[in-house]
C-alpha cells in the first residue's frame, strides 16, 4: 500500500464529482487534474473567492501569500475576512496589484505593538484583572484600518468584500457588505477582552473569528467554485499541554476554531474546490508581537508558492503523495473525459 509523502504547508481539497474521481480514484493522475483544471479557466471563469482567516499579530504572514497569488496572475471575485483578514482583505480589494500588495506589506513592517496595543499606566497583566471592558483602547486599530482603507463604505469596494463579526446581542455571526468600512472592520478584529466592542447601529459587536474564523461556508453559499484560504497558522491544529487556566481556555478556543474548518472541508459541495496556505513557522510570542513581519511575509509568500505548484501539477491532499500511472483509457469513465473538453458556456 502507499504511503503519503511529505506533507504541505496547507493543501488542496475538493468536494465531490468528477474532478475528485479522477484524482483520487483507481488509476487517477494529477496530470488528468491539471488538464482538468487547465480546461475550467479556459472555457469559463470559474467564480474564485480569497477568504482571510483569523490571527492576530501572524496576519502579516497573508500579504506574503497574496504577493504569491498576484505574481501567478489569480484574482478574486469576492472576498471574505474574519478579524486581523479583514484587515488584510481589505486592503487587498482597495488596490488589488502587486504595487498596492507591496504598499500593504509597507504598513505591516511599520506596525508596533504600542500602536496596537498602547500600554498606558499600568502593566497589561493588572489590566486583566480590572474592571474595565478591555485590556486596551482601539483607537491605534482603528486608525492602522482607515490608514489602508481605499473606500469609505463596503459597497464601494472594487471588489466585492464581506467581514464577519460576532453578535453580543444573541452570540450569532454577522456578515457585513454595506456600510462604513471602518467601523464594519473594526468590529471584525475587535479580540474579546484585549479591544473594546465595536457599536454598530446600536448593537455591540466583537471579533468575527469566534464565530467563524475561516468563512469559507460563506464563500461557497454565495457562489464561490474555487476557494483560495489564506490561514495564519497551521492547516492542523495540535493542543499544547497548558500550565494554566488562561492556557487552557485558549487552547480550547482554538480546537473549536479549528475542528469547524475541518467539518468544513470533509463536506464540501460537488464541485467546489479549495486551496489552503498556511504558515507553520513560530516567530511570534505574544499577541502584541509585531516584530517577526518580515519573517511571517516571506513563509507566507514561499508556503503559498510550494502549494501553488503542487495545485497547478494536479494534485489532491495535505501531503505529496506517490506518483502514480496514467489512467487506462478502456477504464475510464467517458463522461470524466468529456468535462476536459466541455464546449464554452457548458458547465463544466
Known amino acids: ?122 502593566p497589561t497583566p493588572w489590566r486583566f484583572f480590572q474592571q474595565r471592558e478591555s485590556v486596551h483602547p482601539n483607537d491605534g486599530v482603528r486608525k492602522i ?14 471588489i466585492p468584500l464581506e467581514v464577519v463579526a460576532t453578535s453580543l446581542t444573541d452570540g450569532r455571526m454577522q456578515w457585513f457588505t454595506e456600510g462604513p468600512a471602518a467601523e464594519r472592520i473594526q468590529a471584525s478584529a475587535a479580540l474579546p477582552a484585549l479591544l473594546p466592542p465595536v457599536e454598530i447601529d446600536g448593537k455591540a459587536f466583537i471579533d468575527g473569528g469566534v464565530v467563524d474564523n475561516v468563512p469559507i461556508g460563506r464563500a461557497i453559499s454565495q457562489g464561490a467554485e474555487r476557494i483560495f484560504v489564506l490561514l495564519c497558522g497551521p492547516l492542523h491544529y495540535t493542543p499544547h499541554r497548558y500550565r494554566r487556566p488562561i492556557e487552557a481556555v485558549l487552547t480550547a478556543f482554538f480546537i473549536a476554531v479549528h475542528a469547524r474548518f475541518a467539518r468544513e ?27 517577526a513581519t518580515d519573517t511571517l511575509i516571506a513563509a507566507g509568500r514561499a508556503n503559498a508558492n510550494i502549494v501553488l505548484d503542487f495545485w497547478e501539477t494536479g494534485g489532491v491532499g495535505d501531503s505529496f503523495g506517490p506518483a502514480r500511472a496514467l489512467p487506462d483509457p478502456a477504464t475510464t469513465d467517458e463522461s470524466d473525459l468529456t468535462d476536459l473538453t466541455a464546449p464554452q458556456g457548458e458547465a463544466v
Request: aromatic share 8%.
Open 265 to 291: 472541508l470533509e463536506r464540501l459541495p460537488e464541485g467546489v474546490e479549495v486551496v489552503v496556505f498556511t504558515v507553520d513557522t513560530e516567530p511570534v510570542s505574544g499577541y502584541d508581537d509585531f516584530s
Open 145 to 158: 484600518i482607515e490608514s489602508g482603507l481605499a473606500f469609505e463604505r463596503l459597497e464601494d469596494s472594487p
Open 1 to 122: 500500500m502507499a504511503t503519503a509523502g511529505p506533507v504541505l504547508p496547507g493543501g488542496v481539497f475538493m468536494g465531490p464529482g468528477p474532478a475528485r474521481r479522477m484524482a483520487t480514484g483507481p488509476g487517477a493522475s494529477p496530470r488528468w487534474l491539471a488538464r482538468y483544471r487547465r480546461a475550467r479557466v479556459l472555457r469559463r471563469r470559474v467564480r474564485t473567492a480569497f477568504v482571510f482567516a483569523g490571527g492576530g499579530a501572524r496576519g502579516s504572514a497573508q500579504i506574503g501569500m497574496l504577493q504569491a497569488l498576484i505574481a501567478r496572475g489569480i484574482t478574486a471575485d469576492a472576498v471574505y475576512g474574519a478579524s486581523v483578514g479583514a484587515i488584510n482583505a481589505a486592503g487587498y480589494c482597495g488596490q488589488p496589484t502587486a504595487a498596492g500588495i507591496d504598499a500593504l506589506a509597507e504598513r505591516w513592517r511599520n506596525i508596533t505593538r504600542d500602536d496596537v496595543f498602547p500600554q498606558g499606566r499600568f
